[in-house]
């Protein structure tokens, strides 16, 4: 599978899944255009080091994905895109009743509303070049819920539904549309929950990774950001024309419960 002469935009990937689906397209051949919102020194080294490792051209474009204008100026400024990966990411955890509000606008606006702007921005440019492929990565919480994650899940049921309606859209045309429904992987994102949920429970580590977050996953193990994108490339390549508004789950069997 090759994806030479193709073009990645992964949104949200100086970390976690976003660089590891960054590095597996780089691995297939695409050259890739890496993103988050700040502008450190390290975030271009990233881009220099997926050049370097795999032969192709990358760079690093920084744009706020919780805003939509900036959302597509990084589409407007990497100048093409054959693929594109919404990824950008955060959580929080906590009771609808204390939700704070800009939490949730936050959540709604990154997890949710930059795809919508990616996408509108980025399909003029699949249609011209006469291929492209979206892949958006929802969650295991875009098919199911768990209390106290309301903007999470909410934002991404709302993912999987733009997934739906965008591949209706291009259903005719040499697109496809598709959503990533990842279970717990082991990313900054999840470390980031653990200390609460040991105070939370009177939990050790251990007991909060192998209690509350794989008591969800039957397979009792965490999924990895190169299995992510290598479903990610799998949904890039000739064998995956016909498959259009869907959902994959890499999710160690969570949504099969
Ligand atoms: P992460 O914290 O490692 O990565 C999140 C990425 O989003 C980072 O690169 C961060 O810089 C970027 N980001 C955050 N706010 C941004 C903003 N305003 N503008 C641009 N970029 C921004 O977390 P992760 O676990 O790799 O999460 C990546 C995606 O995968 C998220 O959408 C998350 O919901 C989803 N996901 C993660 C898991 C998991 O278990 N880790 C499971 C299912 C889905």
């Not at 976003?18 to 890739?32: F, H, N, P, T, Y």
Request: aromatic residues 6%; hydrophobic residues 45%; contains cysteine.
């Amino acid at each position: 599978m090759s994806l030479k002469g193709k073009t990645a935009i992964v949104t949200g990937s100086n970390s976690g899944i976003g660089l590891g689906v960054a590095r597996e397209l780089a691995r297939a051949g695409a050259d890739v255009v890496l993103n988050s919102f700040t502008d450190n020194s390290e975030d271009h080294a990233l881009a220099d080091g997926i050049a370097a490792e795999f032969g192709v051209s990358a760079r690093y474009i920084r744009a706020d994905m919780s805003r939509g204008a900036e959302c597509r100026a990084l589409i407007e400024q990497a100048g093409r895109c054959d693929i594109l990966v919404n990824n950008a990411g955060i959580q929080h955890v906590a009771p609808i009743e204390d939700f704070p509000t800009d939490k949730w606008d936050a959540i709604v606006a990154i997890n949710m509303s930059s795809a919508f702007h990616t996408t509108a921005a980025a399909l003029p440019m699949m249609r011209a070049a006469g291929w492209g492929r979206v892949v958006n990565i929802a969650s295991a919480h875009g098919l199911t819920a768990s209390p106290y994650k309301s903007a999470y899940v909410t934002a991404k049921h709302g993912v999987v539904g733009l997934t739906k309606t965008a591949a209706l859209e291009t259903a005719q045309e040499p697109i496809t549309v598709n959503a990533i429904c990842p279970g717990y992987v082991l990313t900054p994102l999840v470390e980031a929950q653990i200390p609460d949920t040991m105070e939370k429970y009177q939990m050790s580590r251990e007991d909060v990774i192998e209690q509350v977050m794989l008591e969800r996953q039957p397979s009792r193990e965490f999924a990895t950001v190169e299995q992510i994108g290598g479903t990610a490339v799998f949904l890039c390549s000739d064998a995956a024309t016909q498959i259009t508004g869907t959902t994959i789950s890499v999710d160690g069997g969570w949504t099969a419960l």
